[in-house]
């Protein structure tokens, strides 16, 4: 965070959140998993110092 304003603090709310189990945490910083992502936003909507962005004009919805 010292070199950087927003950045990934290690809450895991993205982990805590997806829908699908795309994210690990690894060393203190969430990773993605692009081939189980579904794009719903569900993270990017939930990351509180918003490191985890969406392009998505509307979110899919999360199917289960």
Same mark, same amino acid.
């Given at each position: 965070?010292?070199? +950087? ?5 290690? +809450? ?6 997806? $829908? ?26 939930? +990351? ?10 509307? $979110? ?5």
């Amino acid at each position: 965070r010292g070199n +950087c304003s927003i950045g990934c603090i290690g +809450c895991q709310i993205c982990v805590k959140n997806c $829908p699908v189990d795309a994210f690990t945490f690894e060393n203190n910083l969430a990773k993605i998993n692009y081939e189980k992502c579904i794009n719903c936003g569900v993270c990017a909507e939930k +990351c509180p110092t918003k490191a985890i962005w969406s392009s998505l004009e509307e $979110p899919k919805a999360a199917v289960q």
